[in-house]
């Protein structure tokens, strides 16, 4: 068996479906080139035109290779953990509510933004990828385990609960183009369903999902085929070895205060990166060295005229001292280049 043949025989079969649904229409754009603008999600579109199919193509093009790889290599590790853990036909169930939702939360927050602030942009904007529903899925992944750290591609480390923010912040920093709108709408929608706002509207029980398992048309399909029976991944019991439950949700009264934690790491990130620009604009002021002790300036002359003294000889002497401004501190990153920080205002990537 080649190694491509072991890696897809170990992603488990709703993972495994979704990434061969964005391959194949993948394939169809490098083949036939279609106008991507009309599969994008563009708000306007869909609440003012009546455009619906866009709510799931949105989530299923791509704007370019490197787009569609990073978006199903992510998809497969964060999936398959989730999959492994949960459940094939939960999963499945969780990525296609994923895709329908979060383009939902995107086209409110636009139009939110429209009607009370006046900021139309963002309902003509189009935006396409699949990371909005990966977002989602890393809500529930990183929050499997709260004991966690996690590094942010090695800038930061955050509670790994706060990831999901964490890395929102700092991909729209290194890639000023991509959707933070559709990234944002896709952590939205994962917090909503790990804290169980979603389950009686949209996600079945978990004793419903282990029902159907053993229903007779899913049972023969699995059966069917030893790849298939390998890939697919039962729901686990419903009370785990230590007796806790395995749907890895959270107490509802919870949520608002889990927002407002994630909105409040992105600000404080926001302004620290803010300061950092100030600083290496502006410098740190005169003031800004006052804390750190130096000790004696005449202790420090004497020592530099004894060390002159007893070195003369050897012609090593120290030389005279300039001024030292207080300004000069080095270690700052050394600012981008102006012309290439524009964003893209028409087309974003998710």
């Given at each position: 068996?080649?190694?491509?043949?072991?890696?897809?025989?170990?992603?488990?079969?709703?993972?495994?479906?979704?990434?061969?649904?964005?391959?194949?229409?993948?394939?169809?754009?490098?083949?036939?080139?279609?106008?991507?603008?009309?599969?994008?999600m563009?708000?306007?579109n869909?609440?003012?035109?009546?455009?619906?199919?866009?709510?799931?193509?949105?989530?299923?093009?791509?704007?370019?290779?490197?787009?569609?790889?990073m978006?199903?290599?992510?998809?497969?590790?964060?999936?398959?953990?989730?999959?492994h853990?949960?459940?094939?036909?939960?999963?499945?169930?969780?990525?296609?509510?994923?895709?329908i939702?979060?383009?939902?939360?995107?086209?409110?927050?636009?139009?939110?933004?429209?009607m009370?602030?006046?900021?139309?942009?963002?309902m003509?904007?189009?935006s396409?990828?699949?990371?909005?529903?990966?977002?989602?899925?890393?809500?529930?992944?990183?929050?499997?385990?709260?004991?966690r750290?996690?590094?942010?591609?090695?800038?930061?480390?955050?509670?790994?609960?706060?990831?999901?923010?964490?890395?929102?912040?700092?991909?729209?920093?290194?890639?000023?183009?991509?959707?933070?709108?559709?990234?944002?709408?896709?952590?939205?929608?994962?917090?909503?369903?790990?804290?169980?706002?979603?389950?009686?509207?949209?996600?079945?029980?978990?004793?419903?999902?282990?029902?159907?398992?053993?229903?007779?048309?899913?049972?023969?399909?699995i059966?069917?085929?030893?790849?298939?029976?390998?890939q697919?991944?039962?729901?686990?019991?419903?009370?785990s070895?230590?007796?806790?439950?395995n749907s890895?949700?959270?107490?509802?009264?919870?949520?608002?205060?889990?927002?407002?934690?994630?909105?409040?790491?992105?600000?404080?990130?926001?302004l620290?990166?803010?300061?950092?620009?100030?600083?290496?604009?502006?410098?740190?002021?005169?003031?800004?060295?006052s804390?750190?002790?130096?000790?004696?300036?005449?202790a420090?002359?004497?020592?530099?005229?004894r060390?002159?003294?007893?070195?003369?000889?050897?012609?090593?002497?120290?030389?005279?001292?300039?001024?030292?401004?207080?300004?000069?501190?080095?270690g700052?990153?050394?600012?981008?280049?102006?012309?290439s920080?524009?964003?893209?205002?028409?087309?974003?990537?998710?």
């Amino acid at each position: 068996m080649s190694r491509l043949s072991e890696t897809l025989a170990s992603i488990p079969l709703a993972t495994l479906s979704i990434i061969a649904l964005c391959t194949i229409i993948f394939t169809y754009q490098l083949l036939f080139d279609p106008p991507l603008h009309q599969y994008t999600m563009c708000p306007r579109n869909v609440l003012y035109l009546s455009e619906y199919y866009r709510i799931i193509t949105s989530n299923l093009f791509h704007s370019g290779f490197l787009h569609f790889f990073m978006n199903m290599s992510s998809t497969a590790a964060i999936s398959s953990s989730l999959e492994h853990r949960y459940g094939t036909l939960k999963q499945m169930v969780t990525i296609l509510w994923g895709m329908i939702l979060t383009s939902i939360v995107y086209m409110i927050i636009s139009w939110a933004m429209y009607m009370i602030f006046g900021y139309e942009k963002s309902m003509f904007q189009h935006s396409v990828g699949f990371s909005g529903v990966i977002f989602q899925l890393s809500v529930l992944e990183s929050n499997i385990n709260l004991d966690r750290t996690r590094s942010v591609f090695g800038f930061i480390k955050v509670p790994s609960y706060l990831y999901p923010w964490a890395l929102l912040v700092v991909l729209q920093v290194l890639i000023p183009a991509i959707s933070f709108l559709g990234h944002l709408s896709g952590i939205l929608v994962g917090t909503l369903q790990l804290y169980g706002i979603l389950d009686p509207f949209v996600l079945p029980s978990d004793d419903y999902l282990r029902k159907m398992e053993d229903r007779s048309f899913i049972a023969n399909f699995i059966n069917s085929s030893s790849q298939y029976r390998g890939q697919f991944v039962r729901a686990p019991p419903e009370l785990s070895a230590e007796g806790e439950n395995n749907s890895g949700r959270r107490n509802p009264s919870m949520l608002l205060g889990a927002i407002k934690r994630g909105f409040g790491m992105m600000l404080n990130f926001i302004l620290n990166v803010m300061e950092t620009v100030k600083v290496a604009i502006f410098g740190r002021g005169s003031d800004a060295n006052s804390n750190i002790d130096l000790g004696s300036f005449e202790a420090l002359r004497s020592y530099v005229g004894r060390s002159s003294d007893n070195d003369e000889e050897a012609g090593t002497g120290v030389g005279d001292t300039g001024g030292v401004d207080d300004d000069d501190w080095v270690g700052l990153p050394p600012m981008p280049n102006s012309s290439s920080s524009g964003r893209d205002t028409e087309s974003r990537m998710i």
